[in-house]
């Protein structure tokens, strides 16, 4: 079966520092892979899809990037965290082309201070 | 784009009553529309789904309808129990390759016992 996992689970990071959330899935190969930001008590709303190893696409301009280095690993960064970056991010994976489900991860909860 | 609303932004009913979330999206090229249930502080789950070329799926206490003429979708829980507490999410996508999900604000439901 197909787990997904994301970590650290929480961080409090300062205004200006750097950013690495990591989300890895196991037991399928050649997912879509997506991260997401949800603020306190709002919706979902998506960063970046990625539909293989190098190729991204951002929804939204910020100062975040992502990366995808292996086929199951997607890497959300920042090189100076603002005060607005805070928020529960959530990765998520879908089949590869198809028209289908989403699976979510556990979430990181980040903090900028 | 895509814009999905979401109504009652909170709902509160009695154990055993049913409850009723409504969602509307804009673009008729839609055609994938899934339910997510969040509890606090984990990653959203999959609880139902509904492809545009089907107008109700059930499962056990959860059913899904789909109006593509009035372009909305409900969830419908009944006998509702305290578990069933949480946030709940619906979300439209064209199943474009990227697979991209818009998502509504989402709808607190409480169930008071």
């Known amino acids: 079966s197909q787990t997904i996992h994301q970590w650290p689970a929480t961080l409090v990071q300062p205004v200006g520092s750097p950013l690495s959330l990591e989300c890895t899935v196991e037991g399928t190969s050649n997912p879509n892979l997506y991260w997401y930001r949800q603020a306190a008590g709002r919706g979902l709303q998506l960063l970046f899809y990625?539909?293989?190893?190098?190729?991204i696409s951002s929804e939204v301009p910020q100062n975040l990037s992502a990366s995808r280095p292996q086929d199951r690993q997607f890497i959300l960064s920042s090189k100076k965290l603002l005060l607005s970056d805070s928020g529960f991010y959530l990765c998520?994976?879908?089949?590869?082309?198809?028209?289908?489900?989403?699976?979510f991860g556990p979430g990181t909860r980040l903090t900028v201070t | 784009g895509e814009n999905v609303e979401q109504h009652p932004s909170t709902l509160s009913v009695q154990e055993g009553d049913s409850a009723v979330i409504k969602c509307t999206y804009s673009d008729s090229a839609s055609n994938y529309f899934p339910w997510y249930k969040q509890e606090l502080g984990k990653g959203p789950q999959l609880i139902i789904d509904?492809?545009?070329?089907?107008g109700e799926k059930k499962d056990q206490r959860i059913a899904v309808t789909l109006n593509k003429t009035a372009k909305h979708f409900s969830l419908h829980i009944t006998e509702t129990q305290p578990e069933d507490s949480a946030v709940y999410f619906c979300?439209?996508?064209?199943?474009?390759?990227?697979?991209?999900?818009?998502f509504g604000p989402g709808t607190r439901l409480s169930v008071l016992p």
């Open positions: 509904i492809r545009s070329n089907v």
């Open positions: 998520a994976w879908s089949v590869f082309g198809a028209s289908s489900e989403q699976y």
């Open positions: 990625s539909i293989g190893i190098d190729q």
């Open positions: 979300a439209a996508s064209r199943g474009d390759y990227g697979q991209n999900f818009v």
